[in-house]
């Protein structure tokens, strides 16, 4: 699931051109993350746009918006889901970006 969550990421990248920086912290909290938490298949393209949307506050100046995200996954997740899995991601990696 990682290789192919990473294909798609790395396309999500291009598309929003974004800076190398932030798909190599995105795919860092990624690994982070699943190394704590057990992911649900059909909850790995949440973890993926939730580690770009931190990643993405962190490293860009004008960083994608939490609707952008719902549009790329063609709207499987919605702003609550993002914004409540960016909490747990945070939390659980304790802050450290």
């Known amino acids: 699931m990682r ?3 990473l294909a798609w990421l790395v396309e999500v990248h ?3 051109k974004l800076l190398p920086e932030t798909l190599f912290i995105t795919v860092n909290l990624i690994d ?3 190394e704590r938490v057990v ?3 059909n909850e790995y393209q949440l973890v993926g746009v939730t580690a770009m ?3 993405s506050k962190y490293e860009e100046i004008h960083p994608p918006v939490v609707a952008d995200f719902e549009y ?4 499987c997740y919605t702003r609550q889901q993002i914004l409540q899995q960016e909490f747990l991601m945070l939390q659980t990696l304790g ?3």
């Open 3 to 5: 290789g192919l969550l």
């Open 14 to 16: 291009i598309k929003f």
């Open 32 to 34: 982070r993350f699943t």
């Open 39 to 41: 992911v649900k298949r």
């Open 53 to 55: 949307l931190i990643a």
């Open 72 to 75: 790329i996954t063609d709207n």
């Open 95 to 97: 802050f450290d970006i």
